[in-house]
């Protein structure tokens, strides 16, 4: 069975960079056919997709967030990690990773999340 679990820092100061790993188990991330990703939720708002990495290290991020963010990977300790610059109080929100089908687009396995709030 694939494990996604997220970690990080729970608070991040404005204008900071927030970081986020994810371990993942039971699976590994250079298996072919999937990407993994990491999508948010504000309070009170719909989810958000932050970007992914695909097996092979490719990364994508959606343009409006291109600048701020990056996906980067630890093959031996099979993880994938999130970096957002810059942050402001709008990027509080519950942060998942997940992994997705390549061919489907489907999510078949998914973190429980961690709660990220920005703030002084």
């Known amino acids: 069975q694939v494990l996604l679990r997220e970690s990080g820092p729970g608070l991040v100061k404005p204008s900071q960079t927030l970081s986020l790993t994810c371990t993942v188990s039971?699976?590994?991330?250079?298996?072919?056919?999937?990407?993994w990703s990491w999508i948010r939720q504000p309070p009170g708002k719909g989810l958000e997709c932050l970007g992914y990495?695909?097996?092979?290290?490719?990364?994508v991020y959606p343009p409006a967030l291109k600048s701020r963010t990056s996906i980067s990977r630890d093959t031996c300790k099979n993880q994938f990690t999130l970096q957002l610059r810059a942050v402001t109080p709008g990027n509080t929100a519950l942060y998942y990773c997940e992994r997705v089908n390549s061919t489907s687009w489907r999510v078949d396995h998914w973190g429980q999340g961690t709660q990220v709030t920005v703030s002084s």
């Open positions: 990495i695909g097996s092979s290290g490719t990364t």
């Open positions: 039971g699976g590994s991330i250079t298996t072919n056919g999937y990407y």
